[in-house]
């Protein structure tokens, strides 16, 4: 099991679609993807995560609410229980022994992630140094794992956008 390690996230609710585990078990290689989203008006905070083999088969899929306390709920945050969303999925239906690929339009959820960095007890005082820790912890039990910014939604004036292309 691999239980929700942080004082300040809580994923509630989670559904997971798995019409079969058996395909993205027998591929060699899988992609994911995962988006977070935050809406400080109404202070609520949800992420989305899908994995898929190459060929497009075996989707399986979640999505959740991200509840925490209000002072630290940011798209940050729900950028990264995507990402750690899919992580524990695959680590508990032992997937991690695979080439997956992880895409994330959170650039900074990526570049922390990607970092090398080592945590003193100063950054540990940063309320995200929690996550990037926990998260870097568990990246490390996978075989061949790289995480990667797409452009998402939110950049829609540019003619790169995600939407506009297939998956790779």
Excluded at 1 to 9: A, C, F, K, L, S
Aim: proline share 5%; net charge negative.
């Amino acid at each position: 099991e691999y239980p929700n390690d942080n004082q300040y996230e809580t994923i509630e609710d989670e559904e997971i679609d798995t019409p079969s585990i058996d395909i993205l078990r027998d591929s060699e290689e899988l992609i994911e993807c995962s988006d977070g989203s935050y809406d400080p008006i109404e202070q609520k905070a949800a992420f989305n995560w899908r994995i898929v083999t190459p060929t497009e088969q075996g989707l399986t899929t979640s999505s959740a609410p991200v509840n925490t306390n209000p002072k630290y709920l940011n798209s940050y945050r729900a950028e990264f229980a995507g990402l750690r969303g899919a992580i524990r999925y695959m680590l508990k239906n032992e997937l991690h022994n695979k080439k997956i690929t992880l895409y994330c339009d959170g650039q900074s959820c990526v570049n922390a992630l990607n970092s090398n960095h080592d945590f003193t007890a100063a950054s540990l005082e940063r309320a995200e140094s929690d996550i990037i820790q926990s998260t870097q912890k568990m990246m490390k039990e996978f075989k061949d794992l790289t995480i990667e910014w797409v452009r998402g939604h939110q950049d829609d004036n540019d003619e790169t956008n995600i939407n506009d292309r297939p998956l790779p």
